[in-house]
């Protein structure tokens, strides 16, 4: 017999034998009989291979194994006590860590929204990775994170995909663009101006291509940037026009230093989604930043096609 085979019973039950040093009385707090206590301890000392237990006259003492294994149970009990503590806390979102990446776009707006959410859950650890859609998908097939925020849901992966906001795509130039005030402007105008791409991997760059090969105009490209925000500059700057995400825009549309273009067929209606593998055990904190995110914008997202 080795140690191993002992279950966690007997420790229990030896455990409560050393606050009692009795068996009738541990027998009589536990409910059980005399003999089944007698018989677990008996069975627990064959496993350890030495006795736990030595009677002299009436009274019973521990022997060096028997108090070594006293405090081993007293260990190994106090550290349940904690565990299941812990996955109250957890439960009550009072404990754990939101393992969550976002398609570079979203950076705009969920590091708000997590502000919102660590503030109501403060003991909630956060991870934020951002990435374009190449990079989330590869971490999404990989299950590197808990939660995932897209524009668009994968394709040929097994997923829950919830739309959550909407994300409308927009043509962008410097204020004195040619085409600012213009109505309606077709798309194949755009194909005439030089064009600020986003990186190849990019969901943005992915639906401004389709939308332009459904409108037969090849672009002119200037510039590729990996970063919305150098988009922006480069934009500014005068060196071209561009499509990205309204929420990357939203207080230079404010304070006029680039304007929106009216663009036939655009905006590009998209949504925002929360993702997740199917079949994926969504811990309590996971669950409650999905729903959080739902509940926000319930208002906002017309039902999905
Ligand atoms: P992106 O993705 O940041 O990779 O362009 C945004 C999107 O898919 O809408």
């Given at each position: 017999?080795?140690?191993?085979?002992?279950?966690?019973?007997?420790?229990?039950?030896?455990?409560?034998?050393v606050v009692h040093m009795s068996i009738t009385r541990t027998a009589e707090a536990m409910h059980l009989t005399p003999s089944a206590v007698s018989i677990q301890v008996k069975q627990l000392a064959e496993s350890v291979g030495m006795p736990l237990l030595e009677q002299v006259g009436k009274k019973l003492y521990l022997t060096d194994?028997?108090?070594?294994?006293?405090?081993?149970?007293?260990?190994?009990?106090?550290?349940?006590?904690?565990?299941?503590?812990?996955?109250?806390?957890i439960q009550r979102l009072e404990k754990g860590r939101l393992r969550l990446a976002v398609i570079t776009t979203a950076k705009y707006f969920v590091p708000r929204l997590l502000g919102d959410f660590s503030a109501l859950h403060p003991g909630v650890e956060v991870s934020l990775f951002v990435g374009n859609r190449k990079a989330i998908l590869e971490r999404l097939a990989n299950n590197q994170d808990d939660l995932y925020i897209l524009g668009q849901p994968p394709e040929g992966l097994n997923v829950s995909a919830i739309p959550f906001a909407p994300n409308p795509l927009i043509?962008?130039?410097?204020?004195?663009?040619p085409c600012v005030g213009q109505v309606a402007v077709p798309p194949s105008r755009l194909g005439n101006e030089p064009f600020i791409t986003?990186?190849?991997?990019?969901?943005?760059?992915?639906?401004?291509?389709?939308?332009?090969?459904?409108?037969?105009?090849?672009?002119?490209?200037?510039?590729?940037?990996?970063?919305?925000?150098?988009?922006?500059?480069?934009?500014?700057?005068?060196?071209?026009?561009?499509?990205l995400s309204k929420s990357t825009v939203e207080s230079e549309l404010r304070n006029g230093s680039l304007v929106q273009l009216d663009i036939a067929g655009l905006p590009l209606q998209r949504q925002w989604y929360v993702v997740h593998p199917e079949k994926k055990f969504l811990p309590p904190v996971t669950k409650?930043?999905?729903?959080?995110?739902?509940?926000?914008?319930?208002?906002?997202?017309?039902?999905?096609k």
């Open positions: 017999m080795s140690i191993r085979h002992a279950t966690l019973r007997q420790l229990e039950i030896f455990d409560r034998l194994a028997g108090r070594a294994m006293a405090l081993t149970c007293r260990d190994i009990f106090e550290r349940m006590e904690r565990l299941s503590q812990e996955v109250a806390a043509a962008i130039a410097y204020p004195d663009h986003r990186e190849l991997g990019s969901g943005t760059r992915r639906a401004y291509e389709d939308f332009f090969r459904q409108h037969k105009t090849e672009l002119k490209i200037r510039m590729e940037l990996g970063s919305d925000e150098a988009i922006k500059q480069t934009v500014a700057g005068r060196l071209g026009i561009t499509i409650a930043f999905q729903n959080f995110l739902i509940e926000r914008h319930r208002d906002l997202v017309p039902p999905d």
